[in-house]
């Protein structure tokens, strides 16, 4: 990994999917998720960036079942971490960048009940993105998205979950 990290739509998904992970050091980049095709993608992305295959430390959690994928790379984690600092400033357009993070986010620490679409811990900085871009949330033990029509139509093409979990009115053909 000795190129330049350079903002790419795949490394927005990266960070939006690790900015949801709840690290136990601060040396690491990971993302923990329910969804294994979610994994998937983070792995591929990972090793496009460079990282050797050997390198990423898998791991599974029972209860709930939650996996778990992380490596170690002060580079990136340095690069994720300034990233993380100008987040206003790199996510200011409702572009394919910003929807990347977003369903980085959303793969990480999202999904849907009979109550609407949630993200599960995101943090306030994140919350603050979110309703920056209309978004508007309510808080309770989940944060809730009420206009989750909008916020789904933004994700999914760039999320995997989304096209898992979520069936957005008008696309009754895709059933058959």
């Known amino acids: 990994m000795t190129q330049k990290i350079k903002l790419n739509p795949d490394i927005c998904y990266l960070l939006g999917a690790h900015s949801c992970s709840k690290c136990s050091d601060n040396s690491s980049v990971e993302m923990s998720s329910k969804d294994e095709s979610s994994l998937e993608r983070f792995i591929k992305i990972a090793i496009g960036l460079g990282?050797?295959?050997?390198?990423?430390?898998?791991?599974?959690?029972?209860?709930?079942?939650?996996?778990t994928v992380k490596f170690y790379?002060?580079?990136?984690?340095?690069?994720?971490?300034?990233?993380?600092?100008?987040?206003?400033?790199?996510?200011r357009y409702a572009n394919i960048y910003t929807a990347n993070y977003f369903a980085g986010m959303f793969d990480?620490?999202?999904?849907?009940?009979?109550?609407?679409?949630?993200?599960?811990?995101?943090g306030k900085r994140n919350i603050m993105l979110i309703e920056?871009?209309?978004?508007?949330?309510?808080h309770t033990t989940k944060v809730r998205i009420r206009k989750a029509e909008?916020?789904?139509?933004?994700i999914r093409?760039?999320?995997?979950r989304v096209q898992n979990i979520v069936h957005l009115p008008g696309n009754e053909r895709d059933l058959c």
Do not use: W
Not at 132 to 138: A, C, E, I, M
Not at 150 to 154: D, H, L
């Open 132 to 138: 920056k871009f209309g978004f508007h949330t309510s």
């Open 51 to 67: 990282i050797e295959p050997n390198k990423l430390l898998v791991s599974k959690s029972q209860r709930p079942t939650l996996y």
């Open 73 to 91: 790379n002060s580079k990136m984690r340095k690069f994720i971490d300034t990233s993380m600092e100008r987040s206003e400033h790199i996510f």
């Open 108 to 122: 990480a620490c999202g999904g849907a009940d009979e109550r609407g679409i949630y993200l599960y811990g995101p």
């Open 150 to 154: 909008s916020f789904i139509t933004f």
């Open 157 to 160: 093409k760039h999320s995997l």
